[in-house]
């Protein structure tokens, strides 16, 4: 800012740059495309990175296709013809379903189309000119249209996050970060789903673990501190994640219901440490001579060595080209290129039946992460699904183009229960889905058009301590970057308010803070908690709130009839038109007053900054406790009401807007 006494105050910049009004709305424009640029800048940075490696996968995906296409074909079943069908993919499910003799639902609505495409693709839901503007296209092919823009949106990539970081175990803590923690990888996880990288190289440089342990990069996943054997715990996530191996019971012993020994995993786990291991006595059954014998098989004895190897040619055989290997003395490198080898069909089938299962609520083959015993209910049509990954350079955005654009994923769902148990799993129609955590607090944002303004993921502010002790994950913008807060005993100074009131809400909807394993399926069944987190929480309460920087308040400010901003307000939550009930029962609630709800000389207000000096150093001072205990009231305060709407009028507002986000069809996927 300029200094000098009677000039005006000025942000500094380039010269030719556009003066800046000193207003929120304008301030956080300007911060809009600043991110931007700077997220431009890192793509770039990325993208001439990874090109020096770019002819190494061109030859590896170049020898995938040949597989692919020495490959039997397909027997693609015909058309049926009293079957709608949009591409390949419902060829196979029309089959079935006409063979059962049961009948298929029909296409879904508009707009639920474009809710469910939203919140499936990029985890929030469409705003109200998104869907007028699709409305209004009357071309065929408009819903191609709008799924292409969908997988063409950045949020793409946030919506996968807080998959893979369940998936993979992800598991950062802010304190102490070597205490039974793995490193924050989810940034490599984002970046990788934001530059779309082919899915066998992401498996590649997450098993090759290289780059940066506490900054974001892979090497992360090495952590597993405080484990006996941190890459046995790795090799059982990574044959679960991607081939459907649960060797969750061979970590101490030979498992019972699974065909794994214990050094099966361990040779995995060899491979990982690029050397042979030795199993350590607190890795195996205790045995006392003489005592009772152990109800399970124990092949492997503490004190032996296990040797790098790979016991799974089911699977795939050892063999591998030359050119699928940069280094062939590298176990690692090695592990990574037989998970992903075209000649292992179990990985392409592991990851088509992901994307599957997250679009239609169950998967092709059920058990989506244990394919022990699993049969697929279309083994032809995951076969075609696993080829077309393959054929696409592991592509994960063609498998979910191909599964979008069918008939299958856009049919509406069973009004019914006992309809949609009735065809089984033939796919008659897609599954009742509840939205995941990361979805409802990201759509409560996105629907305010209000930022989290969360305080730094950090108790160590001013990085007087090493990243050994305290880690600082910045300030989150989307649900999958917050984390334990690791404030278990629960001391006021250490709290950080308004992110422990988006945890509440990611909690009570399934989602965890501590990732000690890994797992697909989050816990998904109803409990009060849910609502009442809704109902009275602090993050909806401030969704809620019509301060001047929502977009709610900008809403009501618009010269329109009311019955136009009724249905604003319905498309911007509910994602579709109210009905002549709900229309009658909100203009009785607005009407009065809606004229005069403008105040001429209104202004803007502005919430004040709020500041704390409190971190792990001074946490003890009893000052540091009154800052914080201040910072949490003001949290559930929320933001200040805008003086540009007329109060009575701006709190019936309020009370529909609650209404409607509480309600019970918000959470769920249409």
Same mark, same amino acid.
């Given at each position: ?88 993919? +419902? ?30 693709? @990029? ?42 970081? +369940?998936?993979?175990?992800? !598991? ?27 899915? +066998? ?26 484990? +006996? ?43 990982? !440490? ?71 069909? @179990? ?78 799993? =033939? ?50 913008? @989307? ?75 900008? =809403? ?20 579709? =038109? ?93």
């Amino acid at each position: 800012p300029a200094t000098q006494a009677g000039t005006m105050f000025e942000l500094l910049a380039p010269s030719d740059a556009e003066p800046i009004t000193l207003h929120e709305r304008d301030w956080r424009r300007y911060a809009e495309q600043s991110q931007s640029l700077i997220a431009e800048l890192d793509s770039k940075a990325r993208r001439a990175a990874a090109a020096n490696q770019a002819d190494f996968w061109q030859q590896r995906h170049a020898w995938a296709r040949d597989v692919v296409e020495q490959k039997t074909p397909l027997d693609v079943p015909a058309s049926e013809p009293d079957y709608p069908q949009l591409n390949t993919i +419902d060829r196979f499910i029309n089959a079935r379903l006409a063979e059962a003799g049961v009948e298929p639902s029909p296409l879904t609505d508009d707009f639920a189309f474009l809710r469910r495409t939203s919140l499936d693709v @990029r985890g929030v839901l469409p705003t109200q000119n998104e869907i007028r503007e699709f409305l209004a296209d009357e071309s065929a092919d408009r819903r191609a249209r709008w799924i292409d823009r969908l997988l063409n949106d950045p949020r793409w990539a946030d919506n996968w996050v807080g998959y893979w970081q +369940d998936v993979l175990a992800e !598991n950062p803590g802010i304190l102490k970060p070597e205490l039974n923690n793995t490193g924050p990888f989810r940034w490599w996880i984002h970046e990788s789903l934001l530059d779309n990288k082919p899915m +066998d190289r992401f498996v590649a440089e997450l098993v090759v673990m290289n780059g940066s342990r506490y900054g974001g990069g892979p090497a992360g996943f090495s952590m597993a501190t405080q484990n +006996d054997v941190p890459m046995a715990a790795k090799a059982h996530v990574v044959a679960k994640a991607f081939l459907g191996l649960d060797m969750t019971c061979a970590r101490c012993h030979d498992a019972p219901y699974h065909p794994f020994k214990q050094s099966e995993l361990f040779g995995l786990a060899a491979m990982l !440490n690029r050397q042979a291991i030795k199993l350590p006595s607190s890795s195996s059954v205790p045995q006392t001579p003489g005592g009772r014998k152990p109800l399970v098989d124990i092949t492997l004895k503490p004190g032996e060595s296990v040797a790098p190897q790979w016991s799974f040619v089911s699977l795939t055989q050892t063999d591998l080209p030359a050119s699928a290997l940069r280094s062939t003395s590298d176990d690692r490198e090695r592990l990574a290129a037989l998970i992903t080898s075209p000649t292992n069909d @179990r990985f392409a089938r592991m990851m088509v039946n992901r994307v599957w299962h997250r679009y239609l609520g169950e998967g092709i083959v059920a058990s989506v992460d244990d394919w022990h015993e699993a049969e697929p209910s279309h083994a032809e049509l995951l076969d075609y699904l696993g080829r077309e990954f393959v054929a696409s350079g592991y592509d994960l955005k063609h498998v979910a183009r191909l599964i979008l654009n069918s008939h299958a994923y856009q049919r509406a769902v069973a009004s019914d229960e006992s309809s949609e148990s009735s065809a089984g799993r =033939l796919f008659a129609s897609p599954k009742r889905r509840r939205m995941d955590a990361e979805q409802i607090v990201d759509s409560l944002f996105a629907v305010s058009g209000k930022p989290m303004e969360s305080e730094p993921l950090t108790l160590d502010p001013e990085a007087r301590r090493p990243v050994t002790t305290f880690l600082n994950l910045g300030v989150p913008t @989307r649900g999958w970057e917050l984390t334990s807060l690791s404030n278990e005993r629960d001391r006021p100074a250490l709290a950080l308010p308004v992110a422990q009131s988006i945890i509440d809400v990611l909690a009570a909807f399934g989602w965890r803070d501590a990732r000690p394993n890994p797992i697909t399926e989050r816990e998904s069944y109803p409990t009060v908690l849910q609502p009442l987190t809704l109902a009275h929480g602090s993050v909806v309460n401030r969704v809620c709130q019509l301060s001047d920087n929502s977009e709610f308040t900008e =809403l009501c400010l618009q010269d329109v009839p009311l019955d136009r901003l009724i249905d604003d307000i319905y498309l911007r939550i509910l994602s579709r =038109l109210p009905n002549s009930d709900e229309r009658a029962m909100a203009e009785a609630l607005l009407a009065e007053g809606y004229e005069q709800r403008r105040l001429p000389n209104g202004q803007f207000v502005m919430k004040p900054p709020l500041r704390t000096a409190v971190s792990w150093s001074n946490h003890l001072s009893a000052e540091a406790t009154t800052i914080k205990l201040e910072l949490e009231k003001a949290a559930r305060a929320g933001d200040p009401p805008s003086g540009r709407l007329e109060a009575s009028w701006r709190e019936r507002m309020e009370d529909f807007v609650w209404a409607l986000v509480n309600s019970p069809e918000f959470v769920f996927v249409p």
